[in-house]
Nanobody
């Protein structure tokens, strides 16, 4: 079992930045990939970014590439999402997710409760 708790969401103006954090507990953190997904109002949940078990491989959706950076600290059991140059279309609830595999599979097994991000124009 893996428990995930997100923090860092909030409201920001377009062009601003936010940093999301996710604290993990349970299963040994440095054995599985982590990711961030998001769900906008009335939309399906979509992938945003992921990172493999060691942190040396990252994956991004085209919509966030160049603006978002995912990172992890295995000693602290944390994964962060630095979001820069935010746009109104980034408004969503952001979910931390954990894979069962060391590399991103696109099918997370565990989810956090979500943290809302609102970007005003």
């Amino acid at each position: 079992q893996v428990q995930l708790v997100e923090s860092g969401g909030g409201m920001v103006q377009a062009g601003g930045s936010l940093r999301l954090s996710c604290a993990a507990s349970g299963r040994t953190f440095d054995t599985y990939a982590m990711g961030w997904w998001r769900q906008a109002p009335g939309e399906e949940r979509e992938f945003a970014a992921a990172i493999n078990w060691s942190g040396d491989t990252t994956y991004y959706a085209d919509s966030v590439k160049g603006r978002f950076t995912i990172s992890r600290d295995n000693a602290k059991k944390m994964v962060d999402l630095q979001m820069n140059n935010l746009k109104p279309e980034d408004t969503a609830v952001y979910y931390c997710a954990a894979d069962l595999a060391p590399y991103y599979s696109g099918r997370p097994t565990y989810w956090g409760q979500g943290t809302p991000v609102t970007v005003s124009s």
